[in-house]
């Protein structure tokens, strides 16, 4: 465990979600989704992130689906999952080593503390903490629209906090019968309900910037 880490479990501060939760339950029961507001200070958690990023981006995580073309154009997708969760008993191992190293574990199970029983009010759903993984966008990465159909598994939550570097990052999701962008914000905590419709816009660079990335740090939780 490096020496960061107790500073970086520290930066949670829950005395932000004293927002409405009838606002935010509101949000969600219309969209399957909610963006809590500036629940932690992400000053150690994203170099934290990009330390982890940086030391597994070689491993074998890269996640796609190639377009179908049959008259319509399929589902498809591109980013890059860093997850313990693998048929490889030695990936696993590695990731989960590289995640502790970094203090992302022990941040993730105290955001999961802190924020569950909030989530949990928010679905009307009794929610447990799973695991965290990390989503990572180059450029040009993406997620192509979809929702209830593709995603089978109604009992799976993700609590995401999202890093962008060199670029503006968002999601979009379907509001009044347009994908409208949600966009990420440091510090702010976005709930996804598994039969929501969204997509992410593929990653752009900033104008003059060096290379673009956007790092997801998620929380997957599940009701029983």
């Given amino acids: 465990m490096v020496a960061h880490t107790d500073r970086?479990?520290?930066?949670?501060?829950?005395?932000?979600?004293?927002?409405?939760?009838?606002?935010?339950?509101?949000?969600?029961?219309?969209?399957?989704?909610?963006?809590?507001?500036?629940?932690?200070?992400?000053?150690?958690?994203?170099?934290?992130?990009?330390?982890?990023?940086?030391?597994?981006?070689?491993?074998?995580?890269?996640?796609?689906?190639?377009?179908?073309?049959?008259?319509?154009?399929?589902?498809?997708?591109?980013?890059?999952?860093?997850?313990?969760?693998?048929?490889?008993?030695?990936?696993?191992?590695?990731?989960?080593?590289?995640?502790?190293?970094?203090?992302?574990?022990?941040?993730?199970?105290?955001?999961?503390?802190?924020?569950?029983?909030?989530?949990?009010?928010?679905?009307?759903r009794e929610l447990r903490y799973e695991r965290m993984f990390l989503l990572a966008y180059r450029e040009g990465d993406y997620i192509g629209p979809h929702g209830a159909e593709h995603d089978t598994d109604l009992d799976r939550f993700n609590l995401q906090f999202p890093l962008c570097n060199n670029a503006v990052g968002s999601m979009r999701i379907l509001r009044q019968g347009f994908?409208?962008?949600?966009?990420?914000?440091?510090?702010?905590a976005r709930l996804l309900d598994p039969r929501m419709w969204h997509e992410v816009p593929p990653l752009l660079r900033l104008p003059g910037s060096t290379d673009p990335l956007r790092l997801v740090v998620s929380l997957r939780l599940r009701a029983d």
């Fill in 8 to 124: 970086l479990v520290a930066s949670f501060d829950t005395r932000r979600t004293a927002h409405s939760v009838k606002g935010f339950r509101s949000h969600y029961v219309a969209h399957r989704c909610a963006q809590i507001p500036q629940l932690t200070d992400v000053t150690a958690l994203r170099p934290a992130a990009r330390a982890a990023y940086e030391e597994l981006c070689g491993e074998p995580v890269l996640d796609a689906r190639e377009h179908t073309v049959d008259g319509e154009l399929g589902y498809g997708f591109r980013l890059l999952r860093i997850d313990a969760k693998s048929e490889s008993p030695a990936h696993s191992a590695r990731v989960t080593t590289v995640f502790r190293k970094h203090g992302l574990l022990d941040w993730s199970e105290q955001a999961a503390a802190q924020l569950v029983p909030l989530v949990s009010r928010i679905t009307d």
């Fill in 179 to 188: 994908l409208e962008p949600m966009y990420d914000r440091d510090g702010d």
